[in-house]
Structures are given as structure tokens and as C-alpha cells.
């Protein structure tokens, strides 16, 4: 069965930083483009960030480019974030996803440019809190 498992948020003031951790199980995350998807209270999910299985290319949401950055350690079957310099707007419950077959988005590829993320990621991990408060 295909799990992923979000852990690493907690409250931290602006400025500040926190590393997420995706761990996968039941599957080989070396062949799957994983994402970041967070939502925010009264507010639609929305894709942060997602790394390629085929070339390790990334995407970022504007809102974070320079601050956030995505990584894989395929050893651990892990995916990180690294958030830095978090602003309030920031806090949200942040999701680790991974897409299914699709007949749009290649395999392996992040589907965060070519389709809604509700559509694109098939499989969902239980979410983890990020709170950005003074």
C-alpha cells in the first residue's frame, strides 16, 4: 500500500525556518515526481513545490521561489522542504503528494504547470501543521 508521511511543522516566528520530511512506504519514491501542496484556512489547495523523477528538474510557486527549496534523498525514500525566511502567509497545512498515471501529465513529471493539483497528485499524505506567528 502506498503511504506518505509528512512530519517537521511546527509554530515558528517570522524570519524563521523549518525542513518537512516526506517519507514514502510501499513504494519505490526513486520513480515518482513528488509535491508540496499546503492549504491555508478558507483557501483552495495550493502547489508550493515538486521535484521530477526523470531529471530531478523543480517547480516553485512564485510566492516562494528563493526561500523554500526541494530535495530527494531516494536512499531514505525521503523528499525534504526547506523553508527559510517564513512569512506568516506561510501558515498552512502542508501536504507531500505523488501523482497517478495520467493520460496529460508525463510519468514522472511534475504535474503542478499542467494541471490543478487536486487533479494531478493522486496520492495524499495526512498533512502536517506550519505556523508562522510572532
Known amino acids: 500500500q502506498l503511504q506518505l508521511v509528512e512530519s517537521g511543522g511546527d509554530l515558528v516566528q517570522p524570519g524563521g525556518s523549518l525542513r518537512l520530511s516526506c517519507a514514502a512506504s510501499?513504494?519505490?519514491?526513486?520513480?515518482?515526481?513528488i509535491g508540496w501542496v499546503r492549504q491555508a484556512p478558507g483557501k483552495e489547495r495550493e502547489g508550493v513545490s515538486c521535484?521530477?523523477?526523470?531529471?530531478?528538474?523543480?517547480y516553485y510557486a512564485d510566492s516562494v521561489k528563493g526561500r523554500f527549496t526541494i530535495s530527494r534523498d531516494n536512499a531514505k525514500n525521503t523528499v525534504y522542504l526547506q523553508m527559510n525566511s517564513l512569512k506568516p502567509e506561510d501558515t498552512a497545512v502542508y501536504y507531500c503528494?505523488?501523482?497517478?498515471?495520467?493520460?496529460?501529465?508525463?510519468?514522472?513529471?511534475?504535474?503542478?504547470?499542467?494541471?490543478?493539483?487536486?487533479?494531478?497528485?493522486?496520492?495524499w499524505g495526512q498533512g502536517t501543521q506550519v505556523t508562522v506567528s510572532s
Open positions: 510501499g513504494f519505490d519514491l526513486v520513480y515518482y515526481a
Open positions: 521535484i521530477s523523477s526523470t531529471d530531478g528538474s523543480t
Open positions: 503528494a505523488a501523482p497517478g498515471p495520467s493520460p496529460i501529465v508525463p510519468w514522472g513529471h511534475c504535474p503542478d504547470t499542467i494541471v490543478p493539483v487536486t487533479t494531478g497528485y493522486k496520492y
